[in-house]
Nanobody, 123 residues
């Protein structure tokens, strides 16, 4: 069971990046997939999630209107398009998959996690 994230990097304030997370090793049918982030010295926080059947999306307030999550079933991949990036978006971003709303801590406790990809936004 693997979730492989990629796409991080260094970007200037106001710039854009697209993160990708590809799942392998099992089927994620029925699973929400999503993204979390953890900045240095801070706790991990939920960023965004997308459901399996309806592709309904949900976001943390801090990224609404700037980030867009999507998923491609054929590639078992979820994307996070990040626009209008700010220095406070700097963090290591992790993808996750779980049955249920990823914004809920109870769901997070039973999620599959990928390794992180580092996003740095310079001011």
């Amino acid at each position: 069971v693997q979730l492989q994230a990629s796409g991080g990097g260094l970007v200037q304030y106001g710039g854009s990046l697209r993160l990708s997370c590809t799942a392998s090793g099992r089927t994620y049918s029925g699973y929400d997939m999503g993204w979390f982030r953890q900045a240095p010295g801070k706790e991990r926080e939920f960023v965004s999630g997308i459901t399996f059947y309806t592709r309904s999306t949900y976001y943390a307030d801090s990224v609404k209107g700037r980030f867009t999550i999507s998923r491609e079933y054929a590639k078992n991949t979820v994307y996070l398009q990040m626009n209008s990036l700010k220095p406070e978006d700097t963090a290591r971003y992790y993808c996750a998959a779980a049955r249920g709303n990823l914004a809920l801590t109870t769901v997070q406790e039973n999620a599959y996690w990928g390794q992180g990809t580092l996003v740095t936004v310079s001011s």
